[in-house]
């Protein structure tokens, strides 16, 4: 009797042995992965500041254009009407006619001004455009990251409470791909 009683004690022994080896295996996983979110999410954190300033530029950028495109278009309106009024001028002196040219010179020169400024402040908003859906990329990787690991560590958590171990390897699969978005 005292042989089953033995045996009996070691294996109880053993189990908690190994149960207590699970628990502090589950502990150290669960501070390394609360750790990495706390960095990824400090990242994030940052992409999304990186995102809003990379909109506002755009924003920005566009309504630089749109008032460029005012500007060009009252000088287009401009020039016209000075056309018109140097087709209309019979008879005006030369003096006259040279400042209206000089004024057509002028307002052609700003329309031309204005259509390549157009055009570079256009490559501005689009790059920041760019730049933004680049960061949105990473932004998503981030939140993947986070949902991974939140998963991971409330699995070790059931883990813990029923004593499995497979949980701690389907937790850890969780993890990984937690992990590899968050650096990848």
Known sequence: MSDIKDAVEEVVGKAEQASDRLINVIAVLVAVLATVMALFS???GN????MAQAQARSVNAW???QAKSTKQTLAESMLD???LDRERATGLPP???AVLNKKIDVYRGRVERYESEKAEIKKQAEAYEQKYEELNFHDDQFDIAEAGITVAMALLGIAALTRRAWL???ALLFAGVGVASGVG
């Open 42 to 44: 400090i990242k994030g």
């Open 47 to 50: 992409v999304g500041q990186a």
């Open 95 to 97: 003096d006259a006619i």
């Open 63 to 65: 309504a630089y254009f």
């Open 168 to 170: 701690v390897w389907f």
């Open 81 to 83: 009407q000075l056309l």
